[in-house]
């Protein structure tokens, strides 16, 4: 189970005054009975098995961090609190292996299961526990990180398999039910309602996640969610906790998208994705205006990769898409998806927006490889006082993890001013100010002066490795 961890998270009570109901005469409220869940459980209990996983010490990693892509800037103020959670039992004097439990069920009569990917990756020996006791050693078909998905099958014949439902018709409000092994309670039920769809988190770049109040906790990774008809909607992935346990926040894996991962994986054993190229970032209502957009939507362009089919197409920093083969992008998560589940080797056309102006562009779709990312490792200094920024000239070594081409100068230190406010850190590397390509500290300082005030103005910054926009308003 992945749980998110907020050190400041507050409990408020809002108390609503009597009168606000009143204040529509005429209309009754309508009671609705509650959804009996009894036959439902009695109808899918035996389709749902328990999962314990044994890792020997050669591949226990606690400290792994998730191999996520991650948003440029960083933005998302909870990115930092998402972990990986097994329920582990303590290590013991002597232990040679770590064992961990969750949760699946049976897709298929013949003994293919599906459950998350951190229930099954690195295991050395997996067994799987069916609702009459029996055990049957499974074998790990396929595991895609990126979604959190994994195929397993077991030996058996007539299993009972669920229904596969559509996690595109889910509605909020809609009830739905879990069954899982919460803390290695096997079978447990809990109900909820559909909170939101189409979430975006952090560790999901590719997932847009059913948000729930269902009860899930660790152990139940892996779980189904069904919809009052019986139906899988989807996989129970993550929590958002405090604590660790479940806090009113739970979020599963739409069950079209994780059976797309599945076909894949039964047939091959991995997942081929869909490459542009291009790192991408949300655009805020100060990049809106820098970028002349009438409100804040699409994807903006922050850095190209090379040799990319992006690069081939001739994007640019600073471009903003807005359609990706006809359909809207009205956020930047959206488009990674997009792009994921596009054939490789197909040409899409996407609206785009360059320095104000309309623009189509073609892209032929590669397949996504993984990408080994470069860590990032001055000289003559200059202050502008009205950004409230130190700015040094770059080093060889700086200047050597830019793209051909470019230059920059690099933040030493900024006091609190319209640069911190747009959120400029110390060594950030700064490529352009108001799209204007900056060549030196003493060139950014001049170009600085001609700023005008009272109006967002685009500044593009290199950031780990990573380019994104940043928005600074002058004082008028």
């Known amino acids: 189970m992945t749980f998110i961890r907020h050190r400041s998270l507050q409990i408020c009570l809002l108390l609503l005054p009597l009168y606000g109901v009143a204040a529509v005469p005429g209309r009754a409220l309508e009671s609705q009975p509650l959804p009996d869940f009894r036959k439902l459980v009695k109808q899918n209990e035996a389709s749902v098995v328990n999962i314990s996983s044994t890792q020997a010490p050669s591949k226990q990693n606690p400290a792994r961090k998730p191999s996520l892509p991650e948003l440029p800037g960083k933005e998302n ?19 040679r292996q770590s064992n961990s439990l969750g949760s699946g069920f049976i897709l298929s009569a013949d003994g293919f299961i599906l459950t998350n990917a951190h229930v099954a990756q690195d295991a050395d020996k997996i067994i799987v526990r069916l609702s009459d006791q029996r055990e ?14 994994a195929v397993l099958k077991i030996e058996g014949e007539n299993l009972p398999a669920v229904k596969i439902g559509d996690s595109d018709a889910l509605e909020v409000g809609e009830w739905v039910l879990a069954i899982g092994s919460p803390f290695g309670l096997e079978h447990t039920a809990t109900q909820g309602i559909v909170s939101a769809v189409g979430r975006n988190l952090p560790s999901g770049t590719y997932v847009p ?10 152990g139940s990774s892996g779980g189904p969610l069904f919809n009052l008809r019986g139906e899988v909607v989807g996989i129970n992935s993550q929590i958002y906790s405090s604590t660790g346990g ?8 739409p069950i079209k998208l994780a ?75 959206q488009l990674p998806r997009m792009i994921g589940v596009t054939p ?78 747009a959120g400029l850190y110390p060594d950030d590397i700064i490529l352009q100010l108001n799209h204007s390509p900056v060549k030196s500290a003493s060139q950014f300082v001049e170009l600085a002066k001609e700023l005008p005030k009272g109006t967002a103005i685009p500044i593009w910054v290199r950031r780990e490795n990573e380019s994104l926009y940043l928005a600074v308003r002058l004082p008028d």
């Open 77 to 95: 103020p909870y990115l930092e609190f998402f972990k990986r959670f097994f329920q582990e039992r303590p290590e013991l004097p002597g232990d």
């Open 136 to 149: 049957r050693p499974a074998k790990v078909i396929g595991v895609d990180e990126l979604t959190d998905v």
């Open 209 to 218: 996640f059913i948000q729930s109040d269902v009860a899930v906790n660790p």
């Open 246 to 253: 479940y806090m009113g926040l739970s979020f599963a894996i």
């Open 259 to 333: 059976m797309q991962v599945v076909e894949q994986l039964k047939a091959t054993g991995q997942v081929t994705r869909g490459w542009l190229g291009a790192l991408l970032q949300p655009v805020n209502n100060d990049l809106a205006e820098a970028f002349k957009l009438d409100r804040p939507r699409g994807a903006l362009v922050a850095q190209i990769l090379a040799d990319s089919p992006a690069a081939s197409a001739g994007f640019k920093p600073g471009d903003v898409i807005l359609r990706y083969s006809g359909e809207p992008v009205e956020d930047s998560s």
């Open 344 to 421: 490789v080797g197909k040409t899409i056309a996407m609206s785009i927006l360059r320095d104000g102006q309309p623009l189509e562009i073609k892209a032929t779709i590669a397949r996504l490889e993984t990408v080994e990312e470069e860590a990032v490792t001055t000289m003559d200094e200059h202050s502008d006082p009205r950004l409230n920024v130190t700015v040094a000239d770059l080093s060889n070594e700086q200047r050597r993890i830019l793209d051909e081409g470019e230059q920059g100068v690099l933040v030493t230190s900024l006091d609190e001013g319209p640069a911190a406010n």
